[in-house]
């Protein structure tokens, strides 16, 4: 006579060796579980370097797949550009009679500007980047706001310095390995930068929203002298990113400042580059008259 088919798991010892061993790895697993949610909230520096291993290690990967999404949006890019040449191309040559015009301009401003350094005696670096890589990748629908940079501590980069690439600001590293870093974007809602407006200095502060955007938070409050179409740049105060870079364009304005619109926008950025971190040089020490001595 077959024995009946639903036994319970005490008629053999394995079977009883097989559910006990499975409800302790669910136990055990549980258990790390839990330690590894604790540790993730109590210290979120602590998986850093494991993040910072799997960029290195995905990052022959991401390049490719950056590659290969560089090369389709060319050819998309090439696509459409035929059907509209003619009218871009007679844009493009009143922008460039314009642009002739301003760039003299601009070229005779950078002369005074250096002669006037000269004289006062203020010294700069010269400004040349640290590295230039690829952002092989970045987030574009979570709160949080990171981008992966094709270079790492082996090029020079180190954690907190400024990345941006040639149409503005992109953010800072946060977490350098070997050949890969994680780059905090300035749309991250951690992201905090100072900014003033470009025409005439207007101070005031620029936080990611999360979202794409930015908030542009004023110093002094009172009229809100923004308008649509101002252009922020990065002011320097407090150091760390260079005066002068172009940040965003403001598209909406409200009580106590407006929201902005990235220059720089990672999905659209094929490569970036690392600069300095950049200090402001303190001022020469007041010169006090001496008191003649009898």
């Known amino acids: 006579m077959a024995p009946p088919a639903n036994r319970r ?11 006990f061993i ?33 960029a290195d290690t995905s990052r022959p990967a991401a390049e490719a797949t950056a ?16 059907f509209k040449t003619a009218g871009e191309r007679a ?13 003299i301009e601009l070229r005779a401003v950078e002369a005074e500007n250096r002669r006037l350094k000269a004289l006062l005696g203020i010294m700069q670096d010269d400004g040349r980047p640290v590295a230039v890589a690829r952002l092989t990748s970045s987030t574009a629908s979570s709160t949080r706001r990171f981008a992966t940079l094709g270079a790492g ?19 800072r590293t946060l977490d350098v390995g070997a050949s890969s870093a994680r780059v905090l974007l300035i749309t991250d809602s951690e992201s905090l930068v100072p900014v003033r ?8 502060f620029a936080q990611g929203a999360g979202d794409g955007t930015i908030r542009i938070r004023l110093i002094n409050l009172g009229i809100n002298p ?38 720089a ?18 001022p020469p020490p007041a010169v006090t008259p001496e008191a003649d001595s009898p």
Do not use: C, H
């Not at 798991?9 to 559910?19: C, D, H, I, M, V």
């Not at 560089?70 to 550009?81: F, M, Q």
């Not at 407006?197 to 005031?204: I, M, Q």
């Not at 926008?265 to 303190?282: C, G, I, K, Y």
């Open 226 to 263: 923004l308008r649509k179409g101002d252009v922020m740049v990065t002011s320097g105060s407090g150091g760390l990113y260079r005066p002068g870079t172009p940040m965003a364009v403001i598209t909406e304005i409200v009580r106590d400042g407006a929201i902005a619109r990235v220059l």
């Open 67 to 82: 590659a290969g999404r560089g090369v389709t949006k060319g050819l998309l890019s090439d696509v459409s550009g035929f």
């Open 22 to 54: 499975n409800y302790s790895a669910g136990v055990v697993g549980a258990l790390v579980g839990a330690a590894l949610l604790i540790v993730s909230i109590t210290q979120p520096g602590f998986f850093s370097f494991m993040q910072a291993a799997a």
């Open 265 to 282: 926008n990672p999905s659209d950025t094929d490569f970036a580059l690392v600069e300095r971190v950049w200090a402001p040089e303190a």
């Open 153 to 171: 501590s082996r090029d020079g980069v180190q954690k907190g310095m400024p990345v941006r690439s040639a149409l503005g600001l992109v953010g």
């Open 197 to 204: 407006r470009a025409r005439d200095g207007v101070p005031a």
């Open 91 to 103: 844009r493009l040559e009143r922008e460039l009679d314009i642009a002739k015009t301003r760039l």
């Open 9 to 19: 798991s005490g008629f053999s010892r394995r079977a009883q060796y097989s559910t």
